[in-house]
């Protein structure tokens, strides 16, 4: 049996938000209780937008830090940063010539990054899924803790393993390198496990402030669309009040929320911070206005982001301290990856 291990990843590009501390971050903190956990900074994935980013270790110690911060233990688990563990990049052109061109066309962030004129964006942006799968993989690992908006990765990761576990079973049996896996109701056995992602969560995807059907996101040119996890205080005070809502009262029943984007938003961000149902809210706040729920919504967000920022800025101040914990942890990502890519070339014969 696989022994069960969390993996995930968050590019080192811009301010980390509200959304990704609810899709991620947090999650990341909770499963360290219960699992063995891998925490990366994907610096390579940065590179499939801008080739060359002037900011780049800026930005991975400022990602580590929020990792730290928020309450991650690089002790008891493992914080890299991809880049210096080469094993990600080599299964990752393994994966390369397992997945089909048609698999990643088929992919909505490619479609949404690439924009109009695909034949122009990078073909690092197109494998892109390509390298998040070798991510995972080259740990084995078996849950990756992401927001909703990386499902359809996910997925492609499966298929990758399936396939490449297919491809090779033969090969797999015979260097006894397979290992058994509930997959549904069936046992199979394979060499990469077909990993789930870990989705659920009260929020699995936070709006924008500003616009209830895009996600909250570091691109939005609108900083009022955002919190961002350095927000102070009062900027946010001032975004919470500032965010769309319409002139209804809250529900009170989770029913209520249906076709009411910005309420399902707002009430759903407080019952992720709060660590309670959104029906508990609504059991506290239905029937009340906006007005009031925004206070509430702002000093419960002020009371939970404030001493992550607090810590991010002591722990920016020492960035040996920082380089210090990548490096130990790369040294540590790189034994358990060299082990894997030991049996994979093995497994295709190179
Ligand atoms: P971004 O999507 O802002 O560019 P990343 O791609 O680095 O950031 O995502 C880091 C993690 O944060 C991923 O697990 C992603 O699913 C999650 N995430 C990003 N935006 C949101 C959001 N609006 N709601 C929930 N999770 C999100
Ligand atoms: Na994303």
């Not at 509200?18 to 891998?38: M, P, W």
């Not at 390369?96 to 479609?111: D, E, P």
């Not at 996600?215 to 919470?240: E, G, Q, V």
């Amino acid at each position: 049996e696989f022994k069960e291990l969390v993996f995930s990843g968050v590019q080192p590009t811009g301010n980390l938000h509200l959304g990704n501390y609810l899709g991620a971050l947090q999650k990341f903190v909770a499963l360290q209780e219960s699992h063995e956990c891998i925490y990366c900074v994907v610096d390579l994935h940065s590179l499939t937008a801008t080739l060359v980013h002037d900011d780049l270790a800026e930005q991975t110690r400022s990602i580590t830090a929020a990792f730290l911060a928020s309450g991650i233990d690089p002790k008891k688990h493992i914080v890299f940063n991809q880049s210096q563990v080469m094993q990600h990049a080599e299964l990752a052109w393994v994966f390369n010539c397992v997945a089909r061109i048609g698999w990643m066309n088929r992919m909505t962030q490619f479609k949404d990054k690439a924009g109009k004129d695909r034949e122009n964006a990078s073909l690092g942006l197109l494998a892109y899924p390509s390298l998040m799968a070798a991510d995972i993989l080259v740990y084995r690992a078996t849950h990756v803790p992401v927001g909703d908006d990386q499902k359809q990765h996910l997925e492609l990761t499966r298929d990758i393993a399936q396939k490449f576990n297919n491809d090779f079973s033969g090969r797999i049996a015979a260097l006894g390198h397979g290992i058994d896996m509930q997959v549904g109701e069936e046992k199979v056995s394979g060499f990469f496990p077909l990993t789930e992602p870990l989705i659920e969560g009260p929020v699995t995807r936070v709006m924008s402030l500003r616009d209830g059907s895009k996600k909250m996101s570091k691109s939005d040119p609108s900083d009022l669309s955002r919190i961002n996890l350095t927000d102070d205080a009062d900027a946010i005070s001032r975004k919470i009040k500032k965010a769309k809502t319409d002139p209804e009262a809250l529900p009170s029943e989770v029913a209520g929320l249906e076709g009411r984007p910005e309420a399902q938003n707002l009430v759903g961000i407080y019952s992720a911070l709060a660590g309670v149902t959104r029906a508990e809210v609504l059991a506290d706040f239905g029937g009340r206005q906006f007005s009031d729920f925004k206070p509430a919504l702002a000093e419960l967000a002020v009371e939970k982001l404030s001493p992550i920022a607090g810590e991010m800025r002591r722990i920016s101040a020492d960035p040996a301290y920082i380089d210090g914990v990548l490096r130990d942890g790369a040294g540590r990502a790189r034994e358990k990856a060299e082990a894997t890519m030991k049996m994979v070339r093995e497994i295709i014969g190179l």
